[in-house]
């Protein structure tokens, strides 16, 4: 519990004095760490990233770099947040809640987080399959509602039914994300020569992403099963790791090294399907 807290209204506070949220972070090893190995991580993927795009020359291959760069920067500047206490707030859970009338950790700041860096793997993504406008502005846009939504849901303290209630729309707009990259968007790869590594990224992608609502809802946010919230800190730094540093890793690998297909999407399919001449 922290020593002072300001800003109270209907139960929801999402400031306590920086030092009091400062200090009962740095007090727990657990929580803490979890957010400072993001930071070494972030910051080892900015160098690491530059360094593999030096030579990366073609207007596509630069988008789906500098996009894929803003990955690390975003992340970065959010978990430098998180552990100063900058981006963490404390609010009393809802009557029904399993912890309910107690004050609880909110990392907050992650949210915005992912409404700033999830939308750069998808235009990453979305380039690199060669998707038409009109679809990637969907997808991003409906990725944005989901983490604005999920926003809403962690922070909602006068019903625990309007939690769940934007639990479930944070839902339905991932579900309009999974649909572009299940369904849509390997076609569009296929036709692009990127099917095989948007394949991977997509695999990876999806399961990963699954991974976070449901993080929130066996979390102290959701079900109450895991009350922790150094252990709830550690499942969604742990999903951020492969989500982002380590899918970023092998896309800029990839474009690196095959940066004539990314310049000319579906040059090599075509070449490909072409029958030879007798």
């Not at 992650?110 to 235009?123: G, K």
């Not at 695999?203 to 252990?231: F, R």
């Not at 550690?234 to 092998?250: E, H, P, Q, T």
Request: proline share 3%.
């Amino acid at each position: 519990m922290p020593s002072a807290i300001t800003g109270n209204v209907a139960g929801l506070v999402l400031q306590a004095t920086q030092s009091d949220a400062f200090s009962q972070i740095q007090d727990d090893v657990l929580l803490s760490s979890s957010l400072w190995v993001n930071i070494a991580l972030a910051g080892a993927s900015i160098l690491l990233f530059v360094y593999m795009g030096r030579n990366v020359t073609s207007t596509r291959a630069r988008m789906i770099w500098g996009a894929t760069l803003m990955i690390p920067l975003v992340s970065i500047s959010s978990y430098l947040g998180l552990a100063s206490g900058l981006t963490v707030g404390f609010i009393e859970m809802p009557t029904g809640h399993a912890l309910a009338g107690e004050e609880v950790m909110s990392q907050w700041g992650r949210y915005l987080t992912w409404a700033l860096s999830t939308p750069m793997i998808l235009v990453a993504l979305g380039t690199l399959a060669d998707v038409d406008r009109s679809s990637l502005l969907t997808v991003v846009a409906a990725d944005i509602g989901m983490c604005v939504t999920g926003l809403a849901a962690a922070l909602v303290t006068s019903s625990l039914a309007f939690r769940w209630l934007f639990y479930v729309v944070s839902c339905a707009f991932f579900v309009v994300v999974l649909y572009a990259l299940l369904t849509e968007w390997p076609a569009a790869a296929k036709q692009a020569g990127t099917d095989e590594i948007f394949g991977t990224l997509r695999v990876l992608t999806v399961v990963l992403w699954l991974g976070y609502p449901i993080i929130w809802a066996l979390g102290v946010e959701g079900l109450a099963l895991v009350q922790s919230v150094g252990v709830t800190s550690w499942g969604y730094s742990a999903l951020d790791v492969f989500a982002k540093y380590v899918f970023a890793f092998l896309l800029l690998r990839w474009v690196a090294a095959n940066e004539d297909t990314v310049a000319t999407p579906g040059a090599g399919a075509a070449a490909g399907a072409t029958p030879a001449d007798d």
